[in-house]
T-cell receptor, first 114, second 111 residues
Framework: EPEVTQTPSHQVTQMGQEVILRCVPI?????FYWYRQILGQKVEFLVS????????KSEIFDDQFSVERPDGSNFTLKIRSTKLEDSAMYFC????????????FGNGTRLTVT | QQPVQSPQAVILREGEDAVINCSSS?????VHWYRQKHGEAPVFLMI?????EQKGHDKISASFNEKKQQSSLYLTASQLSYSGTYFC????????????FGGGTRVLVKP
């Protein structure tokens, strides 16, 4: 079965550094999302992306965050200047179509900001 | 606005039943249920659409009461493999909307 692939699986960075998290969506999926989960807490929506543009974003997704799909395959989340509170598991998720479609999650990238 | 799940945690003996509830203050297009094992990604269980349908996945089933904007997940004759955190995700009226997840219900099934 096709999978959503995320890299790296674990990223350690220093406060203030930029990080890029990468996701390869399932090939025929149209909607892409980033979620994050702070350890032991709920899964929080960050941003949705459709037709090469952001369709919705949460309050968490401030100016430090950006997403793009530069080459039509990789879907990336960039954090420009990481803060300690950005430490979390970041999940990429994709959706095939608008109706009756389950969200497929990647295995996540654990980001640790020191 | 995120859906509210209850209870926050439940401990079961193998073979026992449990119900997890998910309620929303907003009109819902659908409710999704996911299970997450520790250190892993959430895994899709089922989607329920408005119309009050019920669905099943092995001995896990769910219902969706559109009028009450509630969904319930039923764990029947629980197995050890049912342990994990269960999240409901709600989707609003516009298709392709993001899923907003509830706070999760931790389920521990003991032998």
């Amino acid at each position: 079965e096709p999978e959503v692939t995320q890299t790296p699986s674990h990223q350690v960075t220093q406060m203030g550094q930029e990080v890029i998290l990468r996701c390869v969506p399932i090939s025929n999926h149209l909607y892409f999302y980033w979620y994050r989960q702070i350890l032991g807490q709920k899964v929080e929506f960050l941003v949705s992306f459709y037709n090469n543009e952001i369709s919705e974003k949460s309050e968490i997704f401030d100016d430090q965050f950006s997403v793009e799909r530069p080459d039509g395959s990789n879907f990336t989340l960039k954090i420009r200047s990481t803060k300690l509170e950005d430490s979390a598991m970041y999940f990429c998720a994709t959706l095939r179509g608008a109706y009756n479609s389950p969200l497929h999650f990647g295995n996540g990238t654990r980001l640790t900001v020191t | 606005q995120q859906p509210v799940q209850s209870p926050q945690a439940v401990i079961l003996r193998e073979g026992e039943d449990a119900v997890i509830n998910c309620s929303s203050s907003k009109a819902l297009y659908s409710v999704h249920w996911y299970r997450q094992k520790h250190g892993e990604a959430p895994v899709f269980l089922m989607i329920l659409l408005k119309g009050g349908e019920q669905k099943g996945h092995d001995k896990i089933s769910a219902s969706f009461n559109e009028k009450k904007q509630q969904s319930s997940l039923y764990l029947t004759a629980s197995q050890l493999s049912y342990s994990g955190t269960y999240f409901c995700g709600t989707e609003g009226e516009a298709a392709g909307n993001k899923l907003t997840f509830g706070g999760g219900t931790r389920v521990l099934v003991k032998p």
